[in-house]
């Protein structure tokens, strides 16, 4: 590498650039950043991304490859003109997998140079970008190709965070209803406290359990019975606010933790949720249909309780006081003080 005043420059901010860039798991922020860098210091167009399975044919069609990021919509040219040309430096193997035979392929087309380069694979598709050189005397060639390789690594460094965090969070999704579990819900209840301490943000606690369900296992056996769950988790997830979360305690069991409401909304929202339940049918095969009610307690934070334990235990005595009353109710301590001042 010719070490010039403009080399040293660049070789700087090329420094900077990758110390500061930090892995955060998106992609679009790598490719924001990358683009940044090259239209700032190498005079470039802006980047595009696209994308292709590694399992095309030879026979390569524009129909098969995905423009993934593309921040300057005008810059899009290079779509239709210059793409397949630039998959001609692919070459197939045995197996018909279509691969980079180099990491950087630059071509000159309409007057104009065209780099691209190989950014990394997820799952089945190959990731490349492309750019073209606008003003032709800051492009530097070896500064290119100490960059494409730092975004190649960098672009493993994502996939590497985005497996773990898969892992992780499946750790916290029930197999029957994929709804959270109780592990997390652990976890969502310390947060929302403390939430409440800094901004004091109230919140409402659901506590959920579905009416003589042990006669469905009994009756239509276990699979039925999963089946069922299956389908009111759906239901009651649909039936919540985006900002709200549910949760299979265990069993036949369900918790909300609904954010930013006053207890008399928050009873109406569990009354709800108990009319739509038992107007609703289940449908869980041809011949098997179910219409179910269940019994909703609610707790609210800070006035039923003060502690994570405390705010679930309290739902929980107001679900079995649902059960008691009758079932295929709601029970909650603002109903109840209604009724005593009555």
Same mark, same amino acid.
């Given at each position: 590498?010719?070490? &010039? ?12 650039? *990758?110390?500061? %860039? ?19 210091? =190498? ?15 030879? +026979? ?13 919509? /005008? ?11 630039? #998959?001609? %430096? ?6 018909? @997998? ?11 087309? $309409? ?25 032709? &005397? ?21 996939? *590497? ?5 898969? +892992? ?8 029957? &209803? ?9 976890? @969502? ?33 276990? #699979? ?10 759906? =239901? ?8 709200? !979360? ?5 069993? @036949?069991?369900?918790? =909300? ?7 008399? *909304?928050?009873? /109406? *929202?569990?009354?709800?949720? !108990? $009319? ?27 006035? $039923? ?12 005595? =107001?679900?079995?006081?649902?059960? +008691? ?18």
């Amino acid at each position: 590498m010719k070490t &010039t005043s403009a080399t040293n420059d660049l070789l700087t901010a090329l420094s900077k650039f *990758m110390s500061d %860039h930090k892995c955060c798991g998106l992609k679009e922020r790598l490719f924001e950043e990358v683009g940044q860098f090259l239209g700032d210091n =190498m005079g470039t167009s802006s980047l595009i991304v696209f994308s292709y399975s590694q399992k095309i044919h030879k +026979a390569k069609k524009l129909d098969v490859i995905r423009t993934i990021w593309n921040r300057d919509k /005008r810059n899009s040219e290079f779509d239709s003109i210059s793409l397949n040309q630039f #998959l001609e %430096h692919l070459e197939q193997d045995e197996n018909n @997998d279509i691969h980079w035979n180099q990491p950087i392929v630059s071509r000159e087309l $309409d007057d104009s140079v065209h780099h691209g380069f190989y950014i990394g694979e997820a799952k089945t598709q190959v990731y490349f970008g492309v750019v073209k050189e606008v003003e032709k &005397t800051k492009f530097n060639h070896d500064i290119f190709n100490i960059l494409t390789k730092f975004v190649s690594n960098a672009f493993v460094n994502i996939q *590497m965070w985005h497996d773990v965090n898969h +892992a992780n969070f499946l750790v916290h999704i029930d197999d029957v &209803t994929g709804l959270y579990n109780q592990r997390r819900l652990q976890k @969502d209840l310390e947060h929302v406290v403390e939430r409440h301490a800094k901004y004091n943000e109230e919140f409402v606690v659901f506590f959920i359990d579905i009416d003589h369900f042990k006669e469905v296992n009994d009756n239509h056996g276990h #699979l039925t019975g999963t089946r069922l769950l299956a389908e009111l988790a759906t =239901m009651l997830k649909e039936a919540l606010r985006e900002s709200d !979360l549910i949760y299979r305690y265990g069993g @036949d069991e369900f918790v =909300m933790i609904i954010p930013n409401v006053e207890p008399s *909304m928050a009873y /109406r *929202m569990a009354q709800r949720i !108990l $009319d739509q339940v038992k107007g609703s049918v289940f449908v869980i095969s041809e011949k098997e249909r179910f219409q179910i009610s269940v019994s909703i307690g609610v707790a609210h934070f800070p006035e $039923d309780a003060k502690t994570v334990d405390d705010i679930l235990i309290c739902a929980d005595k =107001m679900m079995y006081h649902a059960k +008691a009353e009758g079932r295929g109710r709601v029970s909650a301590s603002y109903e109840l003080f209604l009724k005593k001042s009555s």
